[in-house]
Every structure is written in structure tokens, then in C-alpha cells.
Nanobody, 114 residues
Framework: QVQLVESGGGLVQAGGSLRLSCAAS????????MGWYRQAPGKQRELVAA????????NYADSVKGRFTISRDNAKNTVYLQMNSLKPEDTAVYYC???????WGQGTQVTVSS
């Protein structure tokens, strides 16, 4: 069956960095655009970043441009989100997602303290 497993979340001070990973299994990973979403308490889930199947043409939410970088390694079936200059408003559960076949991971908590 399809599995998306996120890791790398945690507690970090404002200005710090984290790198999230999402390992996929059960799909032909290289065929799909992958996205990172986040959901903060009381807010709707929002797209943070997405990357096309071949690794080009990433797109980012305005709120994270210049701070976050999405990348992927199709040989490892893994998508990454490098998060730098973290802010308290980045606190949320972060999810990875396969566009087109609509699978979600279980999420990983990111908490940024001020």
C-alpha cells in the first residue's frame, strides 16, 4: 500500500533551521509532483511548497519564499523541505502530499519558539 512517512520535525528557536523528509513507498515516486502543506491550530491546511516530478519548477507560498527550499531525490523516493530562518508563525503540523493521486503522510510537528 501507499505510505508517506514524514520525519525531521521538532522544537527550534526562532531563527533556527530544520530539515523535513518524506519517504514514499508503494508508488512510482518519480511520476508525481510532491507538495509540503502545513496546518496550524485553528487554521486551514495550506500549501507551503511543491516540486514537479523531475525536480524542477518548485513553487512556494509567499510567506516562506527565500527561507524554505523544497527538493527531491527520486532514487531515494524522498522529498525534503529545508526550513531556515524559522519564525514562530511557522509553527504547524507539516504534511507531505502526492498531487494527482491524493495521498497524505501522517504529519510531523514543527514548533518554533520566540
Amino acid at each position: 500500500q501507499v505510505q508517506l512517512v514524514e520525519s525531521g520535525g521538532g522544537l527550534v528557536q526562532a531563527g533556527g533551521s530544520l530539515r523535513l523528509s518524506c519517504a514514499a513507498s508503494g508508488i512510482i515516486f518519480s511520476r508525481y509532483t510532491m507538495g509540503w502543506y502545513r496546518q496550524a491550530p485553528g487554521k486551514q491546511r495550506e500549501l507551503v511548497a511543491a516540486i514537479s516530478s523531475g525536480g524542477g519548477i518548485p513553487n512556494y507560498a509567499d510567506s516562506v519564499k527565500g527561507r524554505f527550499t523544497i527538493s527531491r531525490d527520486n532514487a531515494k523516493n524522498t522529498v525534503y523541505l529545508q526550513m531556515n530562518s524559522l519564525k514562530p508563525e511557522d509553527t504547524a503540523v507539516y504534511y507531505c502530499h502526492t498531487r494527482g493521486i491524493d495521498y497524505w503522510g501522517q504529519g510531523t510537528q514543527v514548533t518554533v519558539s520566540s
